[in-house]
């Protein structure tokens, strides 16, 4: 959608400050734009006969009546599929926070921008809309009990969702990240926080990671067949670890359908304590020892990364994508992911972006030096059907 073709709404309870942004937005091309003094009156506007209309709403915090964050809280109740930008002279901290909060609420959130608006900023952010905003029906929360999610794994309903993995410096595509999806037969695709932390307390991961790792390696096999020589990553959860036969059985499965264990990395995950470190670590020195290359998946979020960077001999760093959404307009979060890709560059290893969404995130990633990428800006996780199309019609980016 281009930005002439969008209907924005305007909060702004200063008349001075509200007349130039419709003033503004008139500038770039923008006919529609709708007005409101606070939260209150939005409100009105939205479950109003032209609420369908609206696109994207240039948000104050500090208004009369109904505040900007209490504004947000009740957009994010609603089903309206409305995107914001948050636009205020409050510290930029305490913007980057309503951002994280305006996120939580499930309101998708273009930007955050200080005070005194700029044309060009402004228009920055509206073009994130048609870069990312999509009419998204999403599935209810569901819990599932263990007995259901083993039914499931037995009847074969498991299968990875392949999301691709791009290198900054050229653009091209390096790899992709092989992501566990449930086809439940009644609910559709099921995402893995409705199965994975069930199985990791029950002791029950093994049957699912040997599923994706089978899955994922022919599938790799059919994509280098096709000619296309990159990775798969499929994920390790820490629980497995314990085992110290792991390592050969997962070289045994890779191996066993013609896949070169170099090709296959193996993202190790901390949303389970480790438990039996001498066997965990025996595991990945063999692991690594048979041609699998090693990767920390959200680095920074768990409580022994640090001590995990000095004890694993990996190749790769995943930067968490909470690290990574609005970075670029939140300097505590710039100055994390800049340290974490400083890191991986003087550990020698790569640093990979997970989360990217919009081509201000990819510049930003691009200019402090991050090796490669992955999130809806470049795709979505797909099934491997459409990652093959996908594959076969990748321009470099």
Known sequence: MKITDLNVMVLEDDDFQRDMLVGML?????????SASNGKQALEIIHGPKSESIDVA????????MDGMEFLRHLGAGSRNIAVILISALDAKLLASVGRMTRLYGVHLLGVIEKPV???VLREHLLNYRLTTRKVQQAPARSFALDEILEGIRADQFVPFFQPKVDMKTGRLTGAEALARWMHPDHGVIGPYAFIPALEQAGNIDDLTFRMLGKSAAALRSFHDKGHRFTVSVNLSLVSLDDTTLADRITQVVCGLGVDPKFMVLEITESAAMTNVAAALENLARLCMNGFALSIDDYGTGSSNIQQLTRIAFSELKIDQSFVKDFADNKALRI????????????????????????????????????????????????????QKFVADFAPI
Not at 342 to 364: C, H, P, Y
């Open 118 to 120: 700029l044309p060009e």
């Open 58 to 65: 240039l948000c104050d915090l500090n208004m009369p009546e």
């Open 336 to 387: 994390v992911v800049e340290s974490s890709i400083d890191m991986a560059r003087k550990l020698l290893v790569r640093s990979v972006a997970e989360g990217v969404e919009t081509q201000r995130d990819w510049d930003g990633l691009k200019v402090i030096g991050c090796d490669t990428v992955q999130g809806y800006f470049v795709a979505r996780p797909m099934d491997a059907m459409a990652f």
């Open 26 to 34: 008139g500038s770039l091309g923008v006919t529609s734009i709708l």
